[in-house]
């Protein structure tokens, strides 16, 4: 790996976890420290204020597992992702900007959060999500098998609009029925892992 060492002999190293792809921290390593990181599979630094090697979690045991180390375009910074053992700042939170290290879906995630939303205010006359909820798991439950049967219908024709209008309502009232049984695409994704 080719690396462009700045003229204090450091490359900027940024950790991300493998798994929730968030941004974990900012170190840097000199030569020294990314031999022992690849050697070891535990993240080396070069610390600047000690001005010694450090390996994360020497003292604390929240180590960061190597996963892989990628050199970015220019060779002067590198992502490493990593397995992290419990929080990485050394405040004790997950990310050194405060952040939850939780997987992410994009708006999946945000569409979890409106479902939560309107299942914890059930008495809004206005929400369908709500109503849905004030009918029970077998009402959404329901909805679910015929958004899955209308999905198979279209599946069959040619209309790409429909199919793809009945998915997005198969989705949206299966992300429902998870939280009607207490569940989140995180457990969905943890079942799909184990089978990987």
Not at 34 to 48: A, D, I, N, Q, W
Not at 158 to 180: G, K, M, R
Request: charged share 25%; hydrophobic share 35%.
């Amino acid at each position: 790996m080719k690396i462009n060492y700045n003229s204090e002999g450091l490359v900027a190293a940024i950790i991300q976890d493998v798994d929730t792809k968030t941004v974990l921290m900012l170190g840097y390593m000199n030569a020294e420290a990314l031999v022992c990181t690849l050697e070891t599979k535990k993240v080396t630094f070069y610390s600047r204020s000690k001005q010694r090697l450090w390996t994360k979690g020497e003292t604390s045991g929240h180590t960061l597992n190597l996963v892989s180390i990628d050199n970015d375009c220019d060779n002067d910074a590198l992502l490493v992702k990593v397995k992290p053992q419990g929080p990485t700042c050394h405040k004790g939170t997950d990310t050194c900007w405060e952040e939850s290290n939780k997987q992410n879906f994009g708006f999946l995630s945000d569409l979890e959060t409106i479902i939560t939303q309107r299942r914890e205010n059930v008495s809004d006359e206005k929400s369908y999500v709500a109503s849905l909820f004030s009918k029970g798991i077998n009402k959404i439950a329901q909805k679910v098998g015929e958004e899955a049967v209308e999905v198979v219908i279209e599946a069959k024709d040619t209309n790409d609009e429909l199919f793809l209008n009945e998915s997005a309502d198969l989705l949206f009232h299966y992300l429902i029925l998870l939280q009607a049984k207490g569940f989140r695409l995180n457990d969905i994704v943890d079942v799909l892992k184990s089978r990987h």
